[in-house]
């Protein structure tokens, strides 16, 4: 049974940091992590990928101020945020993927408030 279970957001003032935690069960390291996000009333959009090279990639909107890592000994991702902006405000969700299964799990969410 795979579980993915994300923790840490919460609400931020602007200029503030959080840092995100995902944490899985039952997969392989081999797995690709990634962050997305929701905004209310918007569709989902990707925040933040690493592989199992630890190379991360992020779009324009957040990059340099977020980062991505992972700690596979903890089966575990994390995502820090910095200098927050009203518009990062969504809820956040972990995702695991393999490239070549196409396997993915989503967690179920946790939310990012900045005012």
């Known amino acids: 049974h795979v579980q993915l279970v994300e923790s840490g957001g919460g609400s931020v003032q602007a200029g503030g940091s959080l840092n995100l935690s995902c944490t899985y069960k039952?997969?392989?390291?081999?797995?690709?992590m990634a962050w997305f996000r929701q905004p209310p009333g918007k569709e989902r959009e990707w925040v933040a990928t690493i592989d199992k090279t630890f190379a991360a990639r992020y779009p324009d909107s957040v990059k340099g101020r977020f980062t991505i890592s992972r700690v596979n000994d903890k089966s575990a991702s994390y995502l820090q945020m910095n200098n927050l902006k009203p518009e990062d405000t969504a809820m956040y969700y972990c995702?695991?993927?393999?490239?070549?299964?196409?396997?993915?799990?989503w967690g179920q969410g946790t939310q990012v408030t900045v005012s």
């Open positions: 995702k695991m993927f393999h490239r070549a299964t196409l396997h993915e799990y």
């Open positions: 039952n997969l392989p390291s081999d797995y690709c």
